[in-house]
């Protein structure tokens, strides 16, 4: 997972065509100079990109990495734009949910052999399923976010409901039944959940992992094809019942992005928001003061898995670059495991490496860190994770029609029809 994703950012990727892509070469002297495109965002993070670069810089004058700042809003057409035309960065940050397309046409070099014996052993297989496409690695994923529950603690406490943990957390008809007990007690216009929905797919189908939800389905001879379960049910299910008929959650967060349900959470009109991870940054700058919040893990399965779908962020090195050696020598840097400590802390996400994870600045207490770090062994590769045509399915099928669902606009049998039927006439056109 990528953390928040701002908007308003197409100036920052006029500049970056202006500025030009072309890719690594010489520079002065003869030391090689290579692009890094990063998507950090969060000025902590932005600060910390730029040191490393600097340090860097300052102990490899052979190799000067020229730093380039992208946008998660941009980044997908911004890449294809810039490997049609050969002027893609050396070293690439996207995610792995935007890798697909990008691996399997050949635009993103093969890590398997550029890669350090000490990276391949110091994140977990898991994770690395995450970036592998028909057997080979072409991205390092490094930072991962898990979903999590954002609480009004005053509000939870005084309504009386179990308050979850990691270790025994609410299932989902538990987390139900909660969120009715807390918007009795609140009171006419509050509501328990808020649900910022604007872009419902990543978080339905990542989320639906806990109850067996899987939704993408593979056969011996590597065709996808969707297949909506009842374990693919849970949480959509869930959710419009909250809104629709429970009245538990809140109709107009539905087209709210995370950012825009925070005032409410601040207000006390909502008590919980199931969020990203990241969003603890934007609740310490932005929460009123005496406001206290608390982190809960999302709702568990039937069998108290918390498991969920992650996306993590990656660093890729363009097929294109003629310094692949040394554009991977610059990922060994930036991963070392104190410096992916420092990108986790800037990016306020969980670092990928065991050895990174296992920091104890990233299981305090404070600030919710420590639940997140305790559902860093439940993060799975996402549903989505090597589907080619995602994107479009996602964009052209599953986001009308989940909105829809949501809202009470249709049925559970129109929305398997649209996520089903439709899906797969979109899908097969991406087979190979």
Known sequence: MRGV?????????????L?????????????ITLRFQSL???DESVQ?????VNEWNAARPDV???????????????????????????????????????AYG?????????????????IPARSWETATFDGGVYGVPFLQEPRVLIANKKLLEASGVRIPTVAKPWSW?????????????????????????????????????STGG??????????????????????????????NTDRTAAASTLGMGGSDALPGLFGGKYAMVPLGFSYRQQIIQQAPKGFEWTVLPAPAGEQGTLEQGVSPQTLSVAEDSPHKKEAAEFIDFLLQPANMVRLAKGDWLLPTGTRALADPSLHTAKDGWATGADLAHDLRSAPAQSVRGYPEWKDKVATPALQEYYSGGIDAGELKKRLVKDGNLVLARYQR
Not at 5 to 17: E, H, I, M, N, S
Not at 19 to 31: D, F, I, N, Q, Y
Not at 174 to 203: D, N, Q
Request: charged content about 20%; proline content about 4%; some cysteine.
């Open 106 to 122: 050949g635009d993103l070099a093969d890590l398997s052999t550029l890669l350090p014996d000490r990276i391949k052993r110091g």
């Open 214 to 243: 899987q939704l993408f389905h593979q056969d011996a001879e590597g065709k996808t094809t969707v297949s909506y379960t009842a374990g693919d049910a849970v949480v959509p299910d869930t959710i419009r019942a909250q809104v």
């Open 173 to 209: 008809p538990e987390f139900r039944t909660a969120s009715k007990r807390l918007t009795a007690r609140m009171g006419a216009g509050k509501y328990a959940v808020a649900w910022p929905l604007k872009e419902p797919v990543s978080a339905t189908l990542n989320l639906g992992l």
């Open 40 to 42: 950090a965002w969060q």
């Open 64 to 102: 000067h990495v020229e730093y380039v700042q992208g946008s998660w809003d941009t980044v997908h057409d911004q890449l294809l734009t810039s490997f049609e035309g050969g002027e893609a960065p050396d070293i690439i940050h996207d995610a792995t949910d935007d890798l697909a397309d990008f």
């Open 19 to 31: 500025a030009g892509c072309s890719g690594g070469g010489e520079a002065r002297g003869g030391a």
């Open 5 to 17: 994703r701002l908007a308003g950012a197409a100036a920052a990727a006029f500049a970056l065509l």
């Open 48 to 52: 910390v990109n730029k040191e490393l």
